[in-house]
């Protein structure tokens, strides 16, 4: 079984930063991808951003510029590094991993918060 552990979230000013970090461990197939979503109060949960197991990334068009994802393949761990932190990037986090028998794992999810 597959167990996602996330920490980093917390309360921030408008503009400040924030790194998140997601740690995948336990049984699993050869990872795909890692990556990122979030869900703010009464909103779907959304793409933050991704980066296959090559190195490939992709960002929603809000984060761009802001955020950037990385990853350390020998250690099963994504980051997300969160710059120029506004109040809509207020939501709870999800890590998730994309395994090759095309099995996505969710983490339990990490507080963000930006006050303006």
């Known amino acids: 079984q597959v167990r996602l552990v996330e920490s980093g979230g917390g309360l921030v000013q408008a503009g400040g930063s924030l790194r998140l970090s997601c740690a995948a461990s336990g049984t699993m197939f050869s990872i795909i991808s890692m990556g990122w979503r979030r869900q703010a109060p009464g909103k779907q949960r959304e793409l933050v951003a991704v980066?296959?197991?090559?190195?490939?990334?992709n960002y929603a068009d809000s984060v761009k510029g802001r955020f950037t994802i990385s990853r350390d393949n020998a250690k099963n761990t994504v980051y997300l590094q969160m710059n120029s932190l506004k109040p809509e990037d207020t939501a709870v986090y999800y890590c998730?991993?994309?395994?090759?028998?095309?099995?996505?794992?969710w983490g339990q999810g990490t507080q963000v918060t930006v006050s303006s």
């Open positions: 980066i296959t197991s090559g190195g490939s990334t």
């Open positions: 998730n991993v994309l395994d090759s028998q095309m099995s996505r794992n």
